[in-house]
């Protein structure tokens, strides 16, 4: 079984502030892939990032970044100099080999950048 | 343009009444999927297909149906819609899920209400 985790519910903070949004996962597989996605306010599921269980090097991707930690069985995501069209729910996910079928997902956090 | 559609994309109705929501892909993706999400539980996967006439439950089937006839169509039927069906559902697509990097491309959702 998968499982992903994370744990805040809502954050809300003040435009150009930084914010780490937590994803911790849980598997058997030794090889597994996480994703991260973002549901605007319109409903549609926008993908992120994609990074395998080989790969620990953190990503950036202008004001984002991505922390995977095997350690730590994480993998947070950072927005720097935060918008106020980052707001939005962001949701982890992972998809292992062992069930290749599904991608597991984690139940979100709605951030909201004030202005 | 490389797409995943789902119609209709907002839906009322009454409980008993059968319903069908389509869901089509143009990238000839064998990997079909669906989803409902809700509030605090992220997505869950309802059903899922490997390729045409290839279905098989995910994580909460119970009440939904569906078929994969044709390699882009994959809908999802509700015999007899009950109000804890109301929902928001996604439907997603992939290459193939032989290996679990290839990134899901999810439809806009329809937003479900049984009253």
């Known amino acids: 079984a998968q499982k992903v985790t994370q744990a805040q519910t809502e954050i809300s903070v003040v435009e150009k502030e930084d914010v780490t949004l937590d994803c911790v996962y849980e598997t058997r597989d030794t090889t597994y892939y996480l994703f991260w996605y973002k549901q605007p306010p319109s409903g549609e599921l926008v993908f992120l990032i994609r990074r395998n269980s080989f790969d620990e090097q953190n990503e950036i991707s202008g004001r984002y970044s991505w922390n995977f930690q095997k350690s730590t069985s994480s993998f947070n995501f950072t927005i720097t100099a935060s918008q106020v069209v980052d707001s939005a729910v962001y949701f982890c996910a992972l998809s292992s080999s062992g069930s290749a079928r599904q991608l597991t997902f984690g139940s979100g956090t709605q951030l909201t950048v004030l202005p | 343009e490389a797409q995943v559609t789902q119609n209709p994309r907002y839906l009322i109705t009454v409980t008993g009444k059968k319903l069908t929501v389509t869901c089509s892909q143009n990238m000839n993706h064998e990997y079909m999927s669906w989803y409902r999400q809700d509030p605090g539980l992220g997505l869950r996967q309802i059903y899922y297909s490997m390729n045409v006439e290839v279905t098989d439950k995910g994580d909460v089937p119970e009440g939904y149906k569906v078929s994969r006839k044709e390699k882009r169509n994959f809908p999802l039927i509700l015999e007899s819609p009950s109000p804890n069906q109301t929902s928001l559902y996604f439907c997603?697509?992939?290459?193939?899920?032989?290996?679990?990097?290839?990134?899901?491309?999810f439809g806009p959702g329809t937003r479900l209400t049984v009253l």
């Open positions: 997603a697509s992939s290459y193939s899920l032989r290996s679990s990097y290839n990134e899901q491309f």
